[in-house]
């Protein structure tokens, strides 16, 4: 095998709603992972492949769950690498970590104005946390291709 190559790629049947979930978290995972591009040809060779692989995969679920030209009502087939799963592993945690620490901001914030806002976002975030739970649940069900 050589360092191209993706390791442990399933396919895991996506709805609608994760879906959108992916799309929002993938773009994420893209947002902060961009910063590894300073200095990009200064880097080791494995870490430019490491940086590499992590947005090959990233866009390849972008292409499928959002660039595809399909209904956004239908599921799909998405193909995930192992490193995709932890990548939405760590969305997934920093997801719960916020929404915990969001509810703390919702208590204290000063105009009641802000708190549906606030809430809203942690519904939208809970969402996401399922949805990724659910993919990355039924990756672990799914066979190697």
């Known amino acids: 095998m050589n360092a191209l190559e993706r390791i ?12 959108v979930s992916l799309h929002t978290q993938t773009l994420e995972i893209l947002e902060l992972k961009h910063e590894g591009f300073d200095l990009f040809a200064d880097k080791p060779v494995a870490e430019q492949l490491a940086l590499a692989t992590i947005f090959r995969d990233a866009f390849d679920v972008l292409c499928v769950v959002a660039w595809n030209g399909r209904p956004e009502e239908e599921s799909v087939d998405v193909e995930f690498s ?57 990756y672990g069900r799914a066979r190697s291709s």
């Open 8 to 19: 442990d790629v399933r396919v895991v049947r996506v709805s609608s709603t994760q879906r």
């Open 82 to 138: 192992a490193g995709q799963i932890a990548q939405l592993q760590a969305r997934r945690r920093d997801l719960a970590l916020t929404v915990t620490n969001r509810l703390d901001t919702i208590e204290e914030a000063r105009f009641p104005a802000e708190r549906p806002n606030l809430e809203a976002e942690n519904v939208a975030d809970r969402r996401a946390i399922g949805d990724l739970a659910d993919v990355i649940a039924a």
